[in-house]
């Protein structure tokens, strides 16, 4: 197990979705831009006209978005946030004002604002590889994972996190998942009604529903995490207009399951693509594909010289693309890969 060294978590991290920065870089403007460097949806939950009042009055908390979310997540133990992002920042404080300072075991790679919070927060962080977890699981008190894992693919079975889930809550720890990317395979997730002790389970709006600018996001735990957090949150902290298009979005079951079958088929082809170009392994999820290259950096430089932007990653070097947004799309983007590949 290692320890993060200092110098990974003194600086907050990095995101994809800058594009100004790119193309003050690269010299090309922002329209012409392809932006493959999240794992946004690119074709989100249309969102229709708003009524004039959802700008002219606060927001209510019986308007239904609660039920709205309790319905589509599958539990009622469920605070809606402004982006799962404050609950990555807010559950580590919590932690410590609980618990003080927990071993706290983050999987590596992963969305690296866990182990930055974490250990902002004063804990002791420790990176784990997906392989390390079982044998290390002993010596923690919170275990973090992100499942499906952005950037790595990774996945872990049901069966795995309730054991996982059960050792550490036995001696009042946390399993928190973040499953900002499970909504393609909502089978797949670990929430349950109600939820037990010490699993805590971060939901996003931002990546299969396309909405990231809306900063809606969802939190299941029980009430000793909830209520803390709801309280620190405070009231209107979901601005009017993203919680009316959050509670349509939740409730539109049938563009959800067809968003379901789209999204199957276009990793088919993005990983298939991807694997093709450059015969090296692939992980992907419904919402982007990952590759593990040695010359991450040059194909990242190569892409963006041709105005695609995708995301690089260090430690181990790999790429992340995020779908195409339409069939044009898709042909310049196999286009740039064949002239680049080596
Ligand atoms: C794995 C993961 N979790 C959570 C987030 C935060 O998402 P949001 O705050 O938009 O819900 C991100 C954003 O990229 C992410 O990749």
């Known amino acids: ?140 008190d919170v275990l973090v994972l992100v499942n499906p894992c952005n950037p790595s693919g990774v996945t872990f079975s049901l069966q795995c996190l309730c054991r996982w889930h059960a050792e550490l809550a036995s001696r009042g720890g946390w399993l928190l998942v973040d499953e900002a990317f499970i909504d393609a395979t909502p089978e797949c997730s670990v929430i349950r009604d109600p939820m037990p002790e010490g699993l805590i389970v971060l939901r996003s709006l931002g990546k299969f529903f396309g909405l990231a600018g809306i900063r809606v996001g969802a939190l299941c735990a029980q009430p000793a995490v909830l209520e803390p957090l709801s309280r620190r949150i405070g009231p209107w902290a979901i601005g009017h207009p993203a919680r009316w298009i959050a509670r349509q979005a939740l409730s539109d079951t049938g563009w959800q399951q067809c968003m379901r079958a789209a999204l199957a088929q276009q990793q088919v082809r993005l990983h298939t693509l991807l694997h093709k170009c450059f015969a090296v392994p692939v992980s992907s999820t419904a919402l982007f594909a990952t590759l593990f290259i040695e010359q991450a950096n040059a194909i990242e430089q190569a892409c963006a010289e041709r105005g695609i932007l995708v995301r690089r990653f260090d430690q181990p070097a790999a790429l992340r693309f995020g779908l195409p947004g339409s069939e044009a799309q898709w042909q310049r983007l196999e286009q740039c890969l064949k002239e680049i590949q080596p």
């Open 1 to 140: 197990m290692n320890k993060f060294d200092d110098s990974n978590l003194s600086q907050a991290p990095q995101h994809g979705g800058r594009l100004n920065a790119a193309a003050a870089r690269y010299g090309i403007p922002r329209e012409q831009w392809l932006d493959l460097s999240t794992g946004i949806n690119p074709n989100g939950w249309p969102v229709p006209p708003l009524p004039a009042e959802v700008f002219s009055r606060l927001p209510e908390d019986d308007d239904g978005l609660q039920q709205a979310a309790v319905d589509y997540y599958g539990s009622a133990d469920l605070l809606l946030l402004p982006g799962s992002q404050a609950a990555i920042q807010a559950l580590p404080e919590l932690r410590f004002a609980q618990s003080g300072a927990s071993r706290t075991g983050v999987l590596h790679p992963a969305y690296a604002e866990h182990a930055f919070r974490w250990q902002q927060a004063g804990h002791r962080v420790l990176a784990l590889t997906v392989e390390q977890i079982e044998t290390r699981l002993n010596e923690l």
